[in-house]
Each structure stands twice: as structure tokens, then as C-alpha cells.
């Protein structure tokens, strides 16, 4: 078993995201070179706890962040399990290697009143002005992300009781709604779509009827949320955080939250408390006699 096999299972069997498998290549790629380069060890698979370490203190003295570093170790170990479960190692020799110490992330958000902004679409908008501002809403009203919504289907939206059944990572299924305000513009863009008989399957198409890539939904998103923001990061990932963010500012108890965004953990919903709690101090200082 080989990295190219490895990737070749978290794409087909796992269904991960394009941009999860290319950090997940990327990672083991430059592991496989270090692996190369500093010890001639062709196979990766014959890897020790101590060459993982090393590796480690490699990136470490060329600056690369602790984020980034355990993002790579979490990569090895999943490499490294994946062999086990087919039966090439007996032990993971990177399970042992604690994860480095990071500071605590927060998440990134587009204020409300900017989002506010967008809902003005532009007079007699074509078909690309009523897709794009779509796409916004939906990120916006939904929280899904990039890859779910590239792979998101007309028939998984249903129009009478207001939500979206949406697939998430390792094909788990979801009910997501939405507001009636985008129904109506659903509605506008499926009649648009059905004028230039496009006669695609899958929800968001490119103006020859053709399904969009991750790339052109990342490019729509930073374009659009440029126009409203002053934020640096415009990614379809930060509406996501901003979906959360306003739903838990506004009274959205954290396992609703965590379901709405399709999460495992709830380790990975709390990263959006920190903006709830600077709401809560506001509304201290504001209300509280002594504020």
C-alpha cells in the first residue's frame, strides 16, 4: 500500500473534499521527500517514531507554525492507520507524538451589517448576478460548505417545508433550512436556468449548464464578499463561520449549532464560542448597573 493508494481510498471510500485530499497529498508528499532526502528511505510505510520526530524538529527550524505541523501529523497518523487496517503495519509509529501547543483560534466572521449589504441585488440581474448572490445566501442561511454545495442537487431542496438534505463528510446526511427569502430567489434562479435549457442535475451551474468547480465557488464567494467587507479572507469557509457565529450571537445553543454545520464533535463547534462570550460581555457592560 502506497500514499497514492491511501489518497486514491479517502476519495473514493471516504468521500472527502477536493480541498481536505489535496492537504492530505500535500502533507504526505513533503513526508515521503523529507523521508528520502534525510534518511534514503524510498518506502514511507518502513517510517520510525524517531524519523517522525525529527521530521517534526525539520519543520520546526524552518518556521513552519504548530498549526500547520499537527495538521501534518494528523495526516501521517491517518496514513499510518490506513496501513494497519489493511494489514501492512501492526503499530502506528506516530501515534505516540504529542501534537504541539497552539494558540487557541478564533474564527473569522463577516459582520452582520455587511451581510445586510448584499441582499440589494442589482436591477435586471442575469443569470450569473442572480447564481452569485445564490451562492452567498446559501452559504450565508445554511453554513454548508464549499464541497457540499458543489455536489448539492435541485431535487435535495425542497421548497414546501424550507429545507436542504445535504451530504457531508463521510457521506453523512443532514436537514438544513432556510428562510422564505430564499425560496423566492431559488425560484428566480431555477427559472433563469431552465430559460437557457440547462438541464443539469445539480443545483449551481456555470452559464453553459455545466456544474461548477471548487475553485470557481471560491472565486464568486471572494469576489462578492470583497464588494460588502473589508475582511483579508473572503472564503466560502468564512460564511461558514459567520452562519454560526450570528446564529450563536443571537441565541442558538451550541448543539443545535453543531448539528446545523454537520460536526462530529462539539470540540469543533466551540471554536465559534469566543465571539458569543465578546456578545455577552457587550450586553454586561451594557445592562449590568455596575457596567
Not at 136 to 158: C, H, M, P, W
Request: glycine share 2%; aromatic share 8%.
Amino acid at each position: 500500500m502506497t500514499v497514492h493508494n491511501f489518497i486514491t481510498y479517502i476519495r473514493t471510500e471516504k468521500r472527502f473534499s477536493h480541498h481536505t485530499i489535496k492537504a492530505y497529498q500535500t502533507d504526505l508528499v513533503m513526508f515521503e521527500s523529507f523521508l528520502l532526502s534525510d534518511y534514503e528511505l524510498s518506502d514511507s510505510s518502513q517510517a520510525t517514531s524517531s524519523m517522525i520526530r525529527d521530521y517534526v524538529s525539520t519543520l520546526k527550524e524552518v518556521n513552519i507554525d504548530n498549526n500547520s505541523i499537527n495538521r501534518k501529523l494528523s495526516s501521517i497518523r491517518s496514513y499510518f492507520n490506513f496501513l494497519i487496517k489493511n494489514g501492512q503495519l501492526s503499530m502506528n509509529p506516530a501515534i505516540r507524538i504529542k501534537a504541539l501547543k497552539t494558540k487557541k483560534r478564533t474564527a473569522a466572521f463577516v459582520p452582520k451589517e455587511d451581510m445586510n449589504k448584499h441582499e440589494n441585488i442589482e436591477p435586471n440581474p442575469d443569470f450569473k448576478a442572480i447564481r452569485n448572490q445564490l451562492i452567498i445566501e446559501i452559504f450565508y442561511q445554511t453554513g454548508i460548505r464549499a464541497s457540499e454545495l458543489v455536489f448539492l442537487k435541485e431535487n435535495e431542496i425542497d421548497m414546501f417545508s424550507l429545507t436542504i438534505k445535504v451530504t457531508g463528510k463521510r457521506n453523512k446526511e443532514r436537514i438544513v433550512p432556510f428562510h422564505s427569502n430564499m425560496k423566492d430567489l431559488l425560484l428566480r434562479y431555477l427559472d433563469h436556468k431552465k430559460s437557457h435549457y440547462m438541464e443539469s442535475d445539480y443545483l449551481i451551474v456555470s452559464s453553459n449548464g455545466k456544474p461548477v468547480s471548487y475553485q470557481t465557488i471560491y472565486n464568486i464567494v471572494n469576489t462578492e464578499l470583497k464588494k460588502i467587507t473589508t475582511l483579508t479572507k473572503t472564503s466560502p469557509h468564512i460564511l461558514r463561520h459567520t452562519f454560526a457565529t450570528h446564529l450563536l450571537n443571537n441565541g442558538a445553543s451550541l448543539l443545535s449549532v453543531k448539528e446545523l454545520l454537520g460536526h462530529s464533535s462539539l470540540a469543533s463547534t466551540q471554536v465559534y464560542t469566543h465571539n458569543t462570550i465578546n456578545q455577552l460581555k457587550k450586553i454586561h457592560q451594557q445592562a449590568h448597573p455596575k457596567g
